[in-house]
């Protein structure tokens, strides 16, 4: 059923109920606003039906020079869920997630959402990718002007003004272009750069392709293994988010190219990296000829879930004792693994053994069990991931450790030496330099406080011992942010 009346001077309330699903929308033809209302308590999903309502309803104004007209929506999800479902949880239901809280349900804080891929269901997991522009960072206005081409500054820097995209797996914010930047270039730079020679790099997931970009700086560099498992995000990744695999700003070296997995250095492995570490590296790898051997590696980084996710390949991820065993066994004497291992902890947060962190305490004393001589954590907060994020670093080697501590300069050198500048002799890294080194060297108060509430209190936790002046302090843990802070 359905029904309809006129306003007051003008324009027109209509409201239709069919069965527990509902449509309504009001005009005000003076103001040019259609207000609607959607509610389908169906299976079927709402944002493919988006183009078809702004086709239907967005009528442009009468005359020549008038704009086109804007469409504002926001999702949500209606009734009870968590709690009164049996089984029900928040995190595996993605319009719950990141894309519902900050994507879906904005409605007047945001000027552009636009679906660029919405709810697309690859053999693992549901990708969506949004752009966003935020008028907290840039306003509508000065993106319209950046179109133009009138001389202005916007016009000629329209990169600044821009949109954001945002790629989202499983319903979780994994990558953003305005912050793909700093995250990428602080998960490899790093590392890469404290190696004494990476010729050789691993990366667990990284789907999108923007880590194996950035390793390709590196001229040092002779192969660089991908192993994804999820096929449909490296190639939904390629036709929609085409900056995060683009080398052509570089592709002038020996073997290059202008696509980053096209690189003669560039090796993709669309496979399980849990079994392909176990394989290769683990016990069974024992039985192995040495004609099937893999060549170990100078750098492994793992660029995938999140340690909290709720989600139980994430667990194995972070705490499987043959899969973190086979981690160390694929790398070089002077090897380094690197873990990014989600939000950083705050000032007054439980330890991360008794919190949401739990995977991320039991990985780092599996890593410490297990032989790595030193493992540090950092963070970099331009990320654009909503809170500070972190970045897990574990040296099998002291010497290869000590590179960590050297100064901006000394590290400004080497990269000059090794990133491959771009064709026209600037330096291609955007984020990344010597200074930001320094800032990634030392670990948080919060981490250091973090680490001294753990249940069985690390003895250089001691007040005499953080604040005092001892001359021996007992660490047994080749994790502790306290020595790094006050002693190292």
């Not at 033809?29 to 959607?38: K, R």
């Not at 929506?73 to 709690?83: A, D, I, P, T, V």
């Not at 501590?405 to 990269?415: H, I, K, M, Q, T």
């Not at 660490?475 to 020595?483: I, K, L, T």
């Given at each position: 059923s359905y029904h309809c009346h006129g306003l007051i001077p003008v324009g027109v309330s209509c409201a239709g109920v069919l069965l527990e699903s509902h449509v309504a929308f009001h005009t005000w033809?003076?103001?040019?606003?259609?207000?609607?209302?959607?509610f389908t308590c169906g299976s079927g999903?709402?944002?493919?039906?988006?183009?078809?309502?702004?086709?239907?309803?967005?009528?442009?104004?009468?005359?020549?020079?008038?704009?086109?007209?804007?469409?504002?929506?926001?999702?949500?999800?209606?009734?009870?869920?968590?709690?009164?479902?049996p089984g029900y949880s928040f995190d595996l239901n993605p319009l719950d997630s990141d894309l519902g809280a900050e994507i879906l349900g904005s409605h007047n804080d945001v000027d552009i959402k636009n679906p660029i891929v919405s709810a697309s269901e690859t053999d693992y997991q549901t990708v969506d990718i949004y752009e966003i522009l935020d008028p907290a960072s840039r306003k509508l206005s000065d993106y319209y002007k950046s179109l133009e081409d009138d001389g202005s500054y916007e016009s000629l820097h329209p990169e600044f003004y821009a949109p954001d995209l945002i790629l989202l797996l499983d319903g979780r914010i994994q990558s953003s272009l305005h912050g793909d930047a700093p995250y990428h270039e602080s998960i490899v730079h790093p590392a890469m750069i404290t190696h004494p020679n990476p010729k050789r790099v691993a990366v667990i997931g990284g789907g999108e392709g923007a880590t194996v970009r950035e390793i390709l700086k590196h001229s040092t560099l002779e192969k660089v293994v991908m192993i994804e498992i999820d096929g449909g995000v490296v190639n939904l990744s390629t036709k929609y988010l085409p900056e995060w695999q683009d080398c052509s700003s570089i592709a002038h070296h020996d073997g290059c190219a202008e696509w980053c997995f096209d690189d003669e250095r560039a090796d993709l492995r669309i496979e399980d990296a849990l079994a392909y570490f176990n394989d290769n590296f683990g016990l069974s790898s024992r039985f192995k000829s040495s004609a099937e051997h893999e060549a170990q590696f100078d750098v492994v980084i793992m660029d995938c879930l999140d340690p909290n996710d709720d989600h139980p390949f994430a667990k194995v991820l972070y705490t499987d004792d043959g899969y973190i065993s086979s981690l160390y066994g694929a790398l070089t004497d002077d090897g380094i693994l690197v873990v990014q291992v989600g939000e950083a902890a705050e000032i007054d947060d439980a330890a991360d053994e008794n919190g949401s962190f739990e995977n991320r305490s039991t990985m780092i004393k599996m890593l410490d069990a297990i032989g790595f001589k030193s493992i540090h954590i950092y963070e970099e907060s331009h990320c654009q991931f909503g809170a500070p994020w972190t970045t897990l670093i574990a040296f099998k080697d002291v010497e290869t450790r000590?590179?960590?501590?050297?100064?901006?300069?000394?590290?400004?050198?080497?990269?000059?030496?090794?990133?491959?500048?771009?064709?026209?002799?600037?330096?291609?890294?955007?984020?990344?330099?010597?200074?930001?080194?320094?800032?990634?060297?030392?670990?948080?108060?919060?981490?250091?406080?973090n680490y001294c509430r753990q249940q069985d209190k690390p003895e250089e936790c001691a007040?005499?011992?953080?604040?005092?002046?001892?001359?021996?302090?007992?660490?047994?843990?080749?994790?502790?942010?306290?020595?790094?802070?006050?002693?190292?």
């Open positions: 033809p003076t103001e040019g606003v259609i207000a609607m209302d959607l999903k709402l944002i493919p039906t988006l183009p078809s309502i702004q086709q239907l309803f967005g009528v442009k104004a009468a005359g020549e020079d008038s704009d086109d007209p804007m469409m504002l929506w926001s999702h949500k999800l209606r009734g009870f869920r968590e709690g009164f479902v000590k590179r960590w501590y050297r100064s901006p300069a000394a590290v400004e050198v080497d990269l000059s030496r090794r990133i491959l500048p771009t064709k026209d002799g600037k330096t291609s890294l955007r984020y990344f330099d010597g200074a930001t080194m320094k800032s990634y060297q030392m670990p948080s108060r919060a981490f250091e406080d007040e005499k011992v953080r604040f005092g002046n001892v001359e021996e302090v007992n660490v047994s843990s080749a994790y502790s942010p306290v020595f790094e802070r006050h002693f190292a």
